[in-house]
């Protein structure tokens, strides 16, 4: 995790994201009475910047939350926020602390190891369309493309 934007005195860390489509709020700790006036002072502050951008909050480093951290979190629903977790401990550890909707979002670590179905799709597209180009080119020129182990 990078460094935290902030730090508060209760032990919540909170991270902002300030992407393209969405800003993020990346939370860590305990979400608790002492940490909900500044949280909620720096989504405030960042709702100016907004301009038509999501909000996502991710609830995936909480450890507890307590009323005032519920109360919240279900406002920052209410305005809209997205509610996120990325694990599936995180989703067990928050559903039983709140009952505000949440989307699970499973990071999958093999799939990242892979070539996504995309990448494939024009990897083979441009492999098709080099061969194409090559064949042309050989068939202008009055020779043939050996396959492998052919001899010319």
Do not use: C
């Not at 694990?87 to 699970?104: L, N």
């Amino acid at each position: 995790m990078p460094k935290p934007s902030r730090r508060n005195a209760s032990g919540l860390a909170y991270y902002m994201h300030d992407g393209p489509a969405a800003f993020r709020f990346q939370l860590a700790g305990d979400l608790s009475q002492e940490s909900t006036a500044d949280l909620d002072q720096a989504r405030q502050t960042a709702s100016s910047s907004l301009g038509g951008r999501s909000l996502i909050v991710d609830l995936t480093g909480i450890e507890n939350i307590d009323t005032a951290g519920r109360e919240l979190i279900e406002k920052w629903h209410g305005l809209g926020a997205q509610v996120v977790v990325t694990t599936r401990e995180a989703k067990a550890r928050i559903q039983s602390m709140t009952s505000v909707p949440f989307r699970f979002l499973e990071k999958n670590s093999e799939r990242s190891e892979w070539l996504s179905g995309r990448a494939v799709v024009w990897l083979l597209a441009a492999t098709f369309l080099f061969l194409s180009v090559a064949t042309v080119i050989a068939e202008r020129n009055g020779s043939s493309i050996p396959f492998m182990g052919q001899a010319r």
